[in-house]
């Protein structure tokens, strides 16, 4: 069984116990938490049970594993994605100094008869439907909005005042309110005669219009199922029982599990009829003569080349008609057993683990359905976009070709109806290709223009004889400008989430998918008709749908060194900081182009980033970032994310058991256990684990900074000056911030700093205001003259200028320059996030990525090699030549008169 099943029995098992009507001992009790806070769990039998008396099978090898029994396996350890070490339940004892304990009257029978492996199962199963419950929800509303459904659908008349079931009315109520503020639902209804919507759909399908009717029955079975199966686990399923009152004993049946099968044949049907109601939502957004204009099969291109959600077509069909086999009951299949004295049982525990195959299940088809939806609102974006843009090209050409034709009083109107006769086309040709689907379109406006021209008293032969060339005018316009806007989508151009201006409530749905997740729309391959082959530009469509389903950390917990946060003396804690998108190397363009099309979203990041290109060659795409502001924005995102964040906790080494990272030392002597350890250190990398020897994969080197002031009149005038990059000196030098502060610093091999370290190594080591006050700010004589230098050159007319402050900005060299990502050699529980070489922080909105693919061990096998902690370092970076460093011992520092203009 999964270790989640054991450890949730034991629990309940002990919760049982304590209610004192099974007659055993506190300390037996005791010791079955103490498996629980050991990690210890014994491995079980998945099958065997027939929860008749309790679950006995199952709950022996608990009893087993309490009394030591060396013939018990047990998993202990630390775990990562994988399974744990296997050994004997006395070895595990004797490692974590728990003496086994001898079972004494009552208790054998105390710990084996219960209910408590069927409850366990069945309460993790309640768990997750509920949440699926809630996820049908949202998606049925971000459904409503990719097919332009109605908001009314769902209004509180219809549910709390005409049929008030209470889980119609929760379904209701949670829809309309995430439908509030949505630009693609329709808001309010509109009564018109059957003249002016002729041909349109009066009414929405019963997947949207009746989702409230349809989910709130299995909203109120999932709620019924979950307080049955939370009274169960807090009652005593044994037998016999003690009245500790009275000391009357009780012979019965409490162990009869029925209760609990019960509730899980309920929630296996409530998780079909949940899976049948999305299934309805998807086939219905996918078909063309359903869906309100969108492409078949979703298609980003043209539809003849593109059967992009076909497969995922079939297999919602597959998964549904799964989900219904598994809803047949399995309380119809009980058997007589134990020579007919078990000849009524419940078969809970099988029961249970058939609900969580359902889960599975469901939670794959919603995934899908996910999928699919945040594909079609992107169409959906790009459909109003194309729209908007239409309207203003017949405007146009209505103009250039019948200008003189068409009455000014009647400009307005026919305008209107070649617009909404163009715009009905566009939604009943949307299973052709570019070009002869806006032919279509164009020519749909024959009619309307014909009409009019041959309804005056004199035929306007002009006019008409005009009408092919509108057409044509019209039709090529319009290819280019869908074409344009797929472009756009597809590369990125309108940002990792082009939807998100349409929505509101649901936007952080939409958004953990395109943003969290980075998973773009797709078509990019399709469009340029795999000219780089396949899988290049897109990974498959069961990759992005695995991601959906699989992604996900828990309990993280980030520490830091400074009680203040973010680290006062911190390189990432600056004013400003580089992003830009010039590279040699391919994959940090790219990731850098992801990174300021996340940069730009204000709802993450605020005003962080400013756009203002970069000059050398001119590059318009990128800028920098307010480079504390980002920290502080990140770490508030993993707070809301659930994460812990505590500071004042340096670290001082690993903590390991076998060879392998189970937590971290800190520098107040406390230890932090975790089932993985990311470092994520920076330049304090090698110092602070001085047992890696990373000393040469990842050298902390100081690169020098400073700062001039300048006045409001003087920092207006520089406000919109680019960022300036030398790449033969290393000089940078950004235009003023909101407090009117230029900055600028030298980027090249930088300093070492050897004297710091208290350790036997020759460790390079960071050297700040908070480990120097005196000398942490001060910079040597001779980069001070080169900045000087540098800016003189650049801004002549700021020579006079003053440095208002320096700083030794402190960076994590690798020899080759690129990161260093992944697990630790031989150390499973241990992985690498540093080696930044001067160049991570333009990426903060999506290096996280990487990071979590590598863990997940779904990281491109190029780009795992390319970042590996164990690769050999055929390349060096000539920026960062080991022998061009020196070390600050050597150097003058600046002093006050190192400030002035020379």
Excluded at 443 to 449: E, H, K
Excluded at 572 to 578: A, G, L
């Amino acid at each position: 069984m999964p270790e989640s099943w054991v450890r949730g029995a034991i629990l309940v098992r002990a919760n049982s116990l304590i209610r004192g009507h099974s007659g055993v001992r506190w300390e037996l009790v005791e010791k079955m938490i103490e498996l629980l806070r050991s990690n210890i769990t014994p491995l079980v039998p998945l099958r065997g049970s027939i929860s008749a008396s309790g679950d006995l099978s199952p709950l022996s090898y608990i009893a087993g594993t309490l009394i030591g029994n060396p013939s018990i396996r047990v998993f202990d350890g630390p775990s990562v994605f994988g399974a744990r070490q296997i050994v004997s339940s006395r070895d595990a004892l004797a490692k974590h100094n728990i003496a086994p304990i001898p079972l004494a009257a009552k208790e054998h029978l105390g710990v084996l008869n219960g209910t408590a492996f069927s409850a366990s199962i069945a309460a993790l199963a309640l768990n997750d439907a509920a949440h699926l419950a809630m996820l049908a929800q949202i998606c049925t509303a971000m459904g409503t909005e990719a097919l332009l459904g109605e908001r009314g659908n769902y209004h509180y008349f219809i549910h709390e005042v005409a049929r008030p079931h209470p889980g119609q009315v929760e379904a209701a109520r949670t829809i309309w309110d995430l439908l509030e503020g949505s630009q693609f639902a329709h808001a309010e209804e509109k009564e018109v005669t059957i003249e002016e919507d002729d041909g349109e759909l009066r009414q929405d399908r019963y997947p949207l219009r009746t989702a409230p009717q349809f989910l709130g029955p299995q909203i109120e079975d999932i709620i019924s199922a979950l307080n049955t199966v939370t009274l169960e686990c807090n009652s005593t399923t044994d037998n016999p029982l003690f009245d500790g009152e009275t000391g009357d004993v009780h012979h019965g049946g409490n162990f009869q599990a029925m209760a609990v099968t019960n509730a899980m044949e309920k929630t296996r049907l409530a998780l079909h009829h949940i899976g049948k109601l999305l299934f309805a939502q998807s086939t219905e957004l996918i078909n063309p003569t359903m869906n309100r204009g969108l492409p078949p099969s979703l298609a980003a291109s043209d539809p003849s080349l593109n059967y992009h959600t076909k497969g995922l077509d079939i297999a919602v069909a597959a998964y549904v008609g799964e989900l219904g086999y598994l809803a047949s009951p399995v309380s119809t299949h009980i058997q007589s057993a134990e020579m007919h004295n078990q000849a009524v049982n419940s078969l809970a525990l099988i029961s249970a683990r058939a609900t969580v195959n359902s889960l599975e299940v469901l939670s794959l088809l919603t995934s899908t359905y996910l999928y699919l939806i945040c594909q079609a609102l992107d169409l959906r974006a790009m459909q109003f976009e194309f729209r908007r843009g239409l309207a203003e090209i017949v405007d146009e050409e209505l103009r250039t070709h019948f200008g003189a034709s068409l009455a000014p009083s009647d400009a307005s109107s026919i305008l209107r109806k070649v617009s909404s006769i163009m715009f009905k086309t566009l939604d009943h040709t949307s299973t052709m290709d570019a070009i002869p689907r806006m032919a279509a379109v164009s020519s749909a406006s024959s009619s309307v223009l014909v009409e009019y021209f041959t309804s005056s008293a004199a035929v306007e032969v002009t006019a008409l004889s005009a009408l092919p060339a509108f057409r044509g005018a019209v039709s090529s316009r319009a290819v280019q400008l869908l074409n344009t806007l797929r472009t756009d989508y597809l590369t990125g151009a309108r940002g990792p989430a082009p939807a998100s201006a349409y929505l509101n409530k649901t936007r952080p749905i939409y958004e953990f998918v395109r943003v969290t997740l980075g998973i773009g729309m797709h078509g990019k391959e399709n469009l340029d008709l795999f000219s780089e082959g396949l899988g290049v530009q897109d990974v498959t469509i069961g990759q992005n749908v695995s991601l959906i389903h699989e992604r996900g950390f828990t309990d993280v917990t980030a520490i830091d060194r400074s009680e203040v946060l973010p680290a006062p003396d911190a390189a990432s804690t600056d004013i400003n900081k580089i992003v830009r998108t010039s590279y040699s190397d391919r994959f940090y363009t790219q990731l850098a182009h992801d990174s300021i099309q996340c940069w730009k979203d204000i709802e993450e990041w605020g005003d962080t980033y400013h756009e203002c290109g970069m000059k050398g060659f001119l590059n318009r795409d990128g800028g920098w970032a307010f480079a504390a502001q980002g920290i502080t924005k990140m770490t508030e995102r993993v707070l809301s994310m659930g994460g812990k964040v505590i500071g004042g906790k340096g670290a001082r080494g690993l903590s390991k058991v076998g060879g392998r990272t189970t937590g971290v030392k800190c520098s107040d002597g406390t230890i932090m256990s975790a089932d993985l350890v990311v470092i994520a250190s920076g330049s304090w990398t090698a110092s602070s684990f001085t047992d890696l020897g990373l000393e040469t994969s990842c050298l902390a080197t100081g690169q020098s900074v400073a700062t001039i002031d300048l006045t409001p009149d003087e920092a207006d005038r520089y406000r919109k000056c680019p960022v300036i990059l030398d790449f033969a000196t290393g000089f940078y030098m950004f235009p003023p911030n909101s407090e009117n502060i230029m900055k600028m610093a030298i980027h090249a091999v930088g300093h070492t700093n050897y004297a710091s370290n208290n350790t036997s190594k020759n460790i390079s080591t960071p050297r700040t205001i908070l480990s120097h006050d005196k000398e942490g700010l001060l910079i040597p004589k001779a980069i001070a003259r080169l900045l000087r230098k540098q800016m003189s050159q650049i801004y002549p007319e700021l020579a006079h200028k003053p440095f208002s402050s320096t700083r030794l900005c402190w960076y994590t060299d690798s020899p080759d320059g690129d990161w260093v990502i992944g697990y630790y050699p031989s150390d499973a529980g241990l992985v690498l996030a540093t080696a930044g070489s001067g160049h991570a922080y333009k990426f903060l909105p999506v290096l996280g990525r990487l990071v979590a693919d590598s863990i997940q061990g779904t990281l491109d096998e190029s780009i795992a090699q390319k970042f590996s902690p164990n690769r050999s370092y055929a390349k060096h970076d000539p920026s960062r030549s080991r022998a061009a460093i020196t070390d600050l011992a050597s150097e003058q520092l600046c002093t006050a008169e190192d400030l002035l203009p020379q």
